[in-house]
């Protein structure tokens, strides 16, 4: 397994963090997600032996739950 940190702006309660959880879980490949709402990071492990992880997805997922996400 692999990780990789994404940063996410507007995130604001927990509801927040499980709707990122949520949409992240969506990308092929995702098997986990540690969501930081103080630091505003999302921190997601990935089976690295399925191939690169789509960060455009991974991002995209994320501004369509209204959320700012950079890798």
Request: aromatic content about 4%; proline content about 3%.
């Amino acid at each position: 397994m692999a990780k990789t940190v994404v940063n996410v702006v507007g995130m604001s309660c927990e509801h927040c963090v499980e709707a990122v959880r949520h949409a992240v879980s969506k990308v092929p490949g995702v098997t986990g997600s540690e969501i930081s709402l103080e630091n505003g990071t999302v921190t997601l492990e990935y089976d690295q032996e399925a191939g690169p992880l789509d960060m455009d997805a991974v991002i995209w997922e994320i501004e369509e739950q209204g959320y700012e996400a950079s890798a």
